[in-house]
Nanobody, 124 residues
Framework: QVQLVESGGGLVQAGGSLRLSCAASGRTFSYIAMGWFRQAPGKEREFVAA????????SYADSVKGRFTISRDNAKNTVYLQMNSLKPEDTAVYYC?????????????????WGQGTQVTVSS
């Protein structure tokens, strides 16, 4: 079992930055891939970024590439999402997810555990 708790969301102006954190419980954290997804009102949940168990491999959605950075600290059982140059279209609830393998997936089906989500609102 893995439990996930996100934090760091909030209201920011366009062009600003936020850093999301996801604290995980469970001894298997160091061996599994982690991902961030987001869901805007009336839209399906979409992939944002993912990172392998070691942090050596990352993947990003085209819409956030060059602006967002995913990282992890296995000693702290925490994964981060640094979001820069935020746009109003980045407004959504952001979810942290934990997979069952070390290789990151870009689809929700690749993850078994989900956090409760944290709201990110970007004003224009």
């Amino acid at each position: 079992q893995v439990q996930l708790v996100e934090s760091g969301g909030g209201l920011v102006q366009a062009g600003g930055s936020l850093r999301l954190s996801c604290a995980a419980s469970g001894r298997t954290f160091s061996y599994i891939a982690m991902g961030w997804f987001r869901q805007a009102p009336g839209k399906e949940r979409e992939f944002v970024a993912a990172i392998s168990w070691s942090g050596g491999s990352t993947s990003y959605a085209d819409s956030v590439k060059g602006r967002f950075t995913i990282s992890r600290d296995n000693a702290k059982n925490t994964v981060y999402l640094q979001m820069n140059s935020l746009k109003p279209e980045d407004t959504a609830v952001y979810y942290c997810a934990a997979g069952t393998r070390g290789v990151p997936s870009t689809t929700p089906g690749g993850y078994n555990y989900w956090g409760q989500g944290t709201q990110v609102t970007v004003s224009s």
